[in-house]
C-alpha cells in the first residue's frame, strides 16, 4: 500500500506570494490533518478534513486554509506568506471513522519564505 | 487543560542505557496515548500507543506506562541503540467526538554509541 505522499517536498516562495501544497492519502483513508512544524515549536495543528468537511481547526491565521476533495486528496493554501511561515508542512491521513486511530504522515514539504 | 506537557526537551543516553520521557495532561476525558518517533526528513510515525485500561504495554524494547490518577505517562527505550535517535512525541486525544491529538513539544533523544 502506497503511504501518504506530499508534494512538493520543497519549494521556495517570495513574501505576500501564495502557496499551494497537496495531499495524497493512503488510499481508503477518510481523514486528513495537516501540520506545521518548526524548530523548537513542535507539531501545531493546522486543520482536518473527513469527508470533504473540515471537522476540526487550529489557531492559525485565516490566510491558512484547506480543502479536501471527494478522492480525500487534500490541498492547502496559504496566502499573502510571511517569513514566519518558513516551516516544515505535514499531512496526516487515517481511516477517520472513530477516535484515537493511527495517524500516518507523509514526509512533508519543506517551504522557505523568503 | 488541553495540554500536553513533555519532558525533557532533549535528551543523551549511552547505548545499552534506558531512555525514559515523560509526559503529563490534565484533561480526564484523554483516553488515546500514542508516541509518536521522527527521524530527520521523514514525517513521525506511530511507535506505540496505550489506552487507559491497561497500566502498561510492552512492543520490543519499547514500553508506555501509564499512570491515570497521576496523570502521566512515560516512555522508556530498553537496551537504547544509535538507530534509536530521534524526535520522540506523546499526544493525547479523547472524548468521544474529539478525533483530534493534542500533542507533546517533542523531545530530542540522542543515543551515545
Known amino acids: 500500500k502506497a503511504g501518504v505522499t506530499q508534494t512538493p517536498r520543497y519549494l521556495i516562495k517570495t513574501r505576500g506570494q501564495q502557496v499551494t501544497l497537496s495531499c495524497s492519502p493512503i488510499?481508503?483513508?477518510?481523514?486528513v490533518s495537516w501540520y506545521q512544524q518548526t524548530p523548537g515549536q513542535g507539531l501545531q495543528f493546522l486543520f482536518e478534513?473527513?469527508?470533504?468537511?473540515?471537522?476540526n481547526k487550529g489557531n492559525f491565521p485565516g490566510r491558512f486554509s484547506g480543502r479536501q476533495f471527494s478522492n480525500s486528496r487534500s490541498e492547502m493554501n496559504v496566502s499573502t506568506l510571511e517569513l514566519g511561515d518558513s516551516a516544515l508542512y505535514l499531512c496526516?491521513?487515517?481511516?477517520?471513522?472513530?477516535?484515537?486511530?493511527?495517524?500516518?504522515f507523509g514526509n512533508g514539504t519543506r517551504l522557505t519564505v523568503t | 487543560q488541553q495540554q500536553v506537557k513533555q519532558s525533557p526537551q532533549s535528551l543523551i543516553v549511552q547505548k545499552g542505557g534506558i531512555s525514559i520521557i515523560n509526559c503529563a495532561y490534565e484533561?480526564?476525558?484523554?483516553?488515546?496515548f500514542p508516541w509518536y518517533q521522527q527521524f530527520p526528513g521523514k514525517g513521525p510515525a506511530l511507535l506505540i500507543a496505550i489506552r487507559p485500561d491497561v497500566s502498561e504495554k510492552k512492543e520490543g524494547r519499547f514500553t508506555i506506562s501509564f499512570n491515570k490518577s497521576a496523570k502521566q505517562f512515560s516512555l522508556h527505550i530498553m537496551d537504547s541503540q544509535p538507530g534509536d535517535s530521534a524526535t520522540y512525541f506523546c499526544a493525547a486525544s479523547g472524548g468521544r467526538s474529539n478525533y483530534q491529538l493534542i500533542w507533546g513539544a517533542g523531545t530530542k533523544l540522542i543515543i551515545k554509541p
Open positions: 484533561n480526564t476525558a484523554f483516553d488515546y
Open positions: 478534513y473527513f469527508s470533504e468537511t473540515q471537522r
Open positions: 496526516a491521513s487515517s481511516l477517520g471513522s472513530t477516535a484515537g486511530g493511527p495517524l500516518h
Open positions: 488510499s481508503g483513508h477518510r481523514s
